[in-house]
């Protein structure tokens, strides 16, 4: 779609793919954008390949589809580079983004030849240290967000503090460390 920020995110189930690009989009509308963010559904278990998508723009989105040539891929479980084909109609010098360890020219030389901007964050490492546990979700949302310049840092840290407030009001621990993740994740990222 014209004047749209098309997103794909290939995770693995339980990881928060889905909630990643739900939340993504909750944020966009929160600051006036329109947003669409939706799952692709298939036989969904723990650990199985999934595929998750966001539209963002500043007008009306009136298409309600797949999205087949995105802007940027987010690839939430690296592994999948090897068994998914996670570049499929991404746009000439569209953005790609990786959660790993590993280095640039390893990662690069994994994906092949693409005419794109690699970005890689330690989401595991960042949420391990954050939150207690490998939830990958915030960190890489935390990413794409500043990747796309979709909103400013303070934006996404309002429209993540509320999200998480309501979705955790029992659990304070897990929105102060979810919003630690948010913080390190902008502050680490390299653009």
Known sequence: MKGAIEIRWHGRGGQGTKTAALLL???????GMYAQGFPEYGP?????????YNRIASSPI????????????VIVDETLIESVDVLRGLKPG?????????DDRTIRRALGDFPGRLYIINAREISEETIGSYFPNIPMLSAVVKCNAIMTD???????????????S??????????????????ELIL
């Open 154 to 168: 303070s934006e996404l840290t309002a429209c993540m503090t509320d999200s998480l407030k309501k979705k955790f």
């Open 25 to 31: 989009a909750e944020a966009a509308f929160t600051i």
């Open 94 to 102: 569209g953005i790609v983004l990786v959660n790993s360890s590993r």
């Open 170 to 187: 029992t659990k304070p621990q897990v929105v102060q460390g979810n919003l630690e993740a948010v913080k390190r994740t902008l502050e």
């Open 44 to 52: 969904e278990r723990m650990g199985a390949p999934i595929t998750a």
């Open 62 to 73: 009136t298409v309600h589809s797949n999205i087949y040539e995105p802007d940027s891929v």
